[in-house]
């Protein structure tokens, strides 16, 4: 006769790294139904088959004399006033539940809790008893009823408490605490003098048990960590029971705190946060808050540590280890921050301001967008997206060419889990772990995984980024986060994304990594929501209240270490001309860094102006200078006042070429032209330089005079209709420039 094998509609279980409840989902049938998996305590045992059948250990299933005994009863009162059910035999009609109850089936019962009770252990049996005996409502099994009625694990119940939970699926229609709160407490203490006269506890300990009050209300399941156990329950859809890697105080600190700053960010009309910290050392998930929901008090159910968002700067620090990694700039070498225009593509940094050149390292520090992009179109954008890939970032996968250069903005989606992975890479990669870019380890019996392709990036790349990223120098408008600081080393950056919609914060020290994202869930954009202002904030106090912060043991030692000489001031590889240098530490490499070509051999006039080299009898001195390109000079100027550049070329020598430059637009530039409401055409703002700062300069558009301009700054304003047109500016001794560019219409 084959036996009954349906198993209950289980919740789904998330257990703390101590084995405490942090979470639970009901099940399929709304009900809460938690799968015994332990042992059970040896006094709820005892409490159980006191009440429920006493011969549990001798009977076969079935149990005649207490059959006898219910029928004589029955019979003398004209009333089923005793049963004589066993414990098999309640097991076996809760799996039948859904059976008729005649006779025939019945008899089929009892022949089965035979065959069960002879191939089954008694502990087995008992387990089952406990993991689907009804306790009132929808709480099913020991395991719910215990944290419903007394908020606690089953091992942690008194005497008192163990004897009311083996009591209540007697009639479980009348476990009500508030209806049949004297019926309970009447069978509770029937069994607590039971389990006393059996010598489980002595007399004093019967009298304090029964003192004991009974619980005054159901309690709710904790929800300390929901987001974790919903992203599980999907990349585990077999398990029902997660016994993960989170400590519960670390994940119940960070909840509260979350809540707390919730309530901070609804005056600014910003709903939600999700953070989540990890374990350097262990690879292992700390905590995870998927979503805590501000304003109206409700739970969300969306998981945002999950969901594609667009992740600002946060793919920079990325970049920058690409390229150091295959040596196409050193950390200190100028790159160009100007108004630039890659094909339609017209990025902008943050302050809208240009600085004209920046060391490579200060454009990660500042997270400037225009000279990020310029990197990233020399480095190539298909090797950086090949990256990408190997690194397995979710979501980055439609093609190079639907991203475009707007990749390392922000131009794509990824989820914070993912980003904190690469992020966690980082430190790990520079603490010397093996396979740093590998999945998050987030159950206590998960396997430990090795990536597909086992990627890590040199000591000396590491070194120079996480330099970077823990340099506290940053950019006046963000000086806002030091109020926010923490005592303890961080290597950190910020996102915001496009219309201010996502505001994010990644650090890491040799301990953990913390990832923070904060924004609404429906995307609305807020002007004051950024990473440097609402993230990094939370991030920091997160950090503070994370145990055994710690900075890494040592810096990552060089595999292949060689002293290169720089120019101080370009940060190229020194040059003849480089009269100030410097010696650094970089990863040996078989690419030629280029030389540094800033500097130029001048002749000066007695008056310093410049002279051509058919001048050259009247120079009274021959100098070294370090001049930028107009075009970056221009900007270069304005925030470096201690720059000298070239003097003004001498008007009655030939003078210097070179000396005025275009700055916008570009060469071959297409330009969209938008227009008023009012359908007025907007006007177009023309810019050069002179490297005299008092010199004229001549505007020319397709060889028609247009006007002049007779100081810096030098602009032109005009209108211009669709098509190609030139440009031509000349300055009064016949140094020009010259560029063509292209008007686009609204279509």
């Known amino acids: 006769m084959p036996l009954p094998n349906i198993k209950p509609a289980y919740s789904k279980v998330l257990y703390s790294k101590e084995g405490i409840l942090l979470s639970a989902t009901i099940s399929d049938e709304q009900q809460w139904c938690f799968p015994m998996d332990e042992d059970i305590p040896e006094k709820l045992s005892a409490s159980i088959i006191t009440y429920e059948d006493e011969y549990f250990p001798y009977h076969p299933g079935v149990n005649p004399v207490a059959i006898l005994k219910a029928l004589v009863v029955n019979v003398r009162t004209g009333k089923t006033k005793r049963g004589a059910s066993t414990i098999p035999m309640q097991v076996m009609r809760m799996k039948n539940r859904h059976a008729d109850r005649n006779w025939y089936n019945k008899i089929k019962e009892t022949l089965g809790v035979i065959k069960y009770s002879l191939i089954t252990k008694d502990k087995t049996i008992l387990r089952e008893w406990c993991e689907i005996a009804p306790f009132g409502g929808n709480t099913i099994g020991i395991k719910a009823a215990s944290l419903r009625y007394f908020g606690r694990s089953v091992d942690k119940l008194s005497w008192a408490e163990y004897a009311l939970l083996a009591v209540m699926p007697n009639g479980p229609s009348t476990a009500n605490l508030t209806r049949n709160r004297q019926n309970l407490q009447q069978k509770r203490d029937f069994l607590l003098r039971k389990l006393h006269r059996k010598g489980h506890f002595d007399a004093s300990?019967?009298?304090?048990?029964?003192?004991?009050?009974?619980?005054?209300?159901?309690?709710?399941?904790?929800?300390?960590?929901?987001?974790?156990?919903?992203?599980?329950?999907?990349?585990?859809?077999?398990?029902?029971?997660?016994?993960?890697?989170?400590?519960?105080?670390?994940?119940?600190?960070?909840?509260?705190?979350?809540?707390?700053?919730?309530?901070?960010?609804?005056?600014?009309?910003?709903?939600?946060?999700a953070a989540i910290v990890l374990d350097?050392?262990?690879?292992?998930?700390?905590?995870?808050?998927?979503?805590?929901?501000?304003?109206?008090?409700?739970?969300?159910?969306?998981?945002?540590?999950?969901?594609?968002?667009?992740?600002?700067?946060?793919?920079?620090?990325?970049?920058y280890a690409h390229t150091l990694e295959t040596a196409q700039l050193l950390p200190n070498e100028m790159v160009a921050d100007i108004p630039t225009a890659i094909g339609d593509f017209q990025p902008e940094n943050f302050d809208k301001k240009y600085r004209g050149a920046v060391p490579f390292e200060e454009v990660l520090i500042q997270s400037l967008n225009v000279p990020s992009v310029r990197v990233l179109n020399t480095v190539g954008l298909q090797s950086f997206y090949d990256l990408i890939k190997r690194l397995d970032i979710s979501y980055l996968n439609k093609g190079v060419n639907h991203y475009g250069l707007s990749i390392i903005l922000g131009g794509?989606?990824?989820?914070?889990?993912?980003?904190c992975r690469i992020y966690k890479g980082f430190a790990q990669n520079y603490g010397g772990y093996p396979d740093p870019f590998r999945q998050i380890q987030c159950l206590s019996d998960e396997p430990v995984t090795v990536s597909k392709?086992?990627?890590?990036?040199?000591?000396?790349?590491?070194?120079?980024?996480?330099?970077a990223m823990s340099d506290l120098t940053r950019p006046r408008e963000e000086k806002s986060w030091e109020i926010y600081g923490t005592d303890y080393k961080i290597a950190w950056k910020t996102?915001?994304?496009?219309?201010?919609?996502?505001?994010?914060?990644?650090g890491f020290n040799g301990r953990y990594m913390v990832g923070v994202w904060i924004g609404n869930e429906g995307g609305e954009g807020r002007f004051d929501l950024t990473g440097i202002s609402k993230a990094a904030p939370v991030m920091f106090k997160i950090f503070n209240t994370l145990p055994d912060n710690q900075w890494f043991d040592s810096a990552p030692q060089y595999l292949k270490k060689e002293v290169i000489t720089i120019c101080a001031e370009s940060g190229k590889i020194?040059?003849?001309?480089?009269?100030?240098?410097k010696k650094v530490s970089t990863e040996k490499t078989s690419y030629k860094y280029q030389p540094c070509f800033y500097h130029q051999e001048v002749l000066t006039s007695k008056d310093g102006l410049i002279l051509s080299d058919d001048c050259a009898q009247y120079a009274v001195s021959r100098d070294t200078l370090f001049v930028l390109p107009a075009y970056m000079e221009y900007y270069f100027k304005t925030a470096h006042m201690d720059y000298k550049g070239v003097p003004a070329p001498d008007p009655s020598c030939q003078p210097a070429v070179g000396v005025c430059k275009i700055i916008y637009p570009y060469d071959g530039l297409k330009i969209f032209l938008p227009r008023e409401n009012a359908g007025k055409q907007n006007d177009l703002v023309f810019k050069a330089y002179h490297r005299q700062k008092d010199a004229g300069l001549f505007w020319f558009i397709d060889d028609e005079y247009k006007t002049s301009t007779q100081a810096a700054p030098h602009e032109c304003i005009v209108k211009l209709g669709i098509g190609v047109h030139k440009l031509t500016i000349t300055d009064q001794w016949g140094n020009k420039d010259q560029i063509e560019f292209e008007i686009l219409g609204r279509e």
């Open 205 to 273: 300990e019967l009298t304090l048990y029964l003192d004991e009050e009974l619980p005054s209300e159901i309690k709710a399941i904790p929800q300390y960590a929901y987001h974790a156990l919903l992203f599980l329950s999907k990349k585990f859809p077999e398990k029902n029971i997660f016994r993960s890697t989170i400590p519960n105080d670390v994940q119940i600190r960070m909840q509260e705190l979350l809540e707390r700053e919730s309530s901070f960010l609804k005056t600014d009309d910003i709903r939600n946060i």
């Open 495 to 506: 996102g915001t994304s496009y219309g201010h919609r996502d505001a994010w914060a990644l």
């Open 412 to 419: 794509g989606e990824s989820t914070l889990w993912d980003l």
């Open 574 to 581: 020194a040059g003849p001309l480089c009269k100030m240098r």
């Open 280 to 319: 350097i050392k262990s690879n292992q998930l700390v905590a995870y808050q998927g979503n805590v929901k501000s304003g109206d008090g409700k739970f969300s159910y969306v998981d945002i540590a999950q969901a594609p968002r667009s992740y600002g700067s946060l793919l920079k620090p990325l970049l």
């Open 453 to 467: 392709n086992v990627f890590n990036f040199s000591a000396g790349t590491m070194d120079h980024l996480v330099k």
